[in-house]
């Protein structure tokens, strides 16, 4: 029992100062959290339906529907309606959006550079028994969830 709530005291540190590291790289860059978990959300495709959006970045619509309206006012991203879905709305970066993401990546003390000096710090074996176990506890943490939302349907 005690490692179990050891680990999870664990986990919730490294949360709290994810979530502080997140916020002074969105506030340096004149962004809110919820328009930087956006951006960040994007980074990869560069283009999404915005319900995905708002499942990976678990944002609340209302939420969201702000942040999303704010970057498209800033030319961050744009939005669009999907063609042949009236419901579906597709965003995408921007070449300014995709400059911006690029600069929170490069910049010092940011939340990637910190990482990036977290990373160097451990020898490869440390990283590849970190991911290993997170791995570990995300698929049996999932399989939980599942069973839940079944439970719940």
Same mark, same amino acid.
């Given at each position: 029992?005690?490692?179990s709530?050891?680990l999870l005291h664990?986990f919730w540190?490294?949360?709290?100062n !994810?979530?502080k590291l997140a916020?002074k790289s969105a ?7 919820? +328009?930087?978990? *956006? ?5 990869l ?9 708002g499942e ?5 619509k ?5 942040? &999303?309206?704010?970057? &498209?006012?800033?030319? *961050? =991203?744009?939005?669009q ?7 579906e709305i597709? !965003?995408? =970066?921007?070449?300014k959006g995709?400059? !911006?993401i690029?600069d929170i990546?490069?910049?010092?003390g940011?939340?990637?550079?910190v990482?990036q000096? &977290?990373?160097?710090d451990?020898?490869e074996? +440390?990283y590849?028994e970190?991911l290993r ?5 995300t ?8 069973? =839940?939302g079944e439970?719940?349907?």
């Open positions: 029992m005690l490692k709530i050891q664990s540190n490294v949360q709290k !994810l979530i916020q506030v340096e860059n004149g962004l809110s959290v919820p +328009q930087y978990s *956006i951006l960040m959300a994007m980074k495709d560069k283009e999404m339906i915005q319900k995905n959006v990976v970045t678990f944002l609340p209302s939420t969201l529907s702000q942040a &999303v309206d704010g970057l &498209v006012r800033e030319g *961050i =991203i744009n939005r309606q999907v063609e042949g879905n009236r419901r597709m !965003l995408s =970066i921007t070449e995709d400059a !911006l690029k990546y490069l910049q010092e940011g939340i990637h550079q990482f000096s &977290v990373v160097e451990m020898s074996s +440390q590849d970190l176990g997170h791995l570990q506890i698929t049996f943490l999932e399989t939980e969830a599942q069973e =839940i439970c719940m349907k």
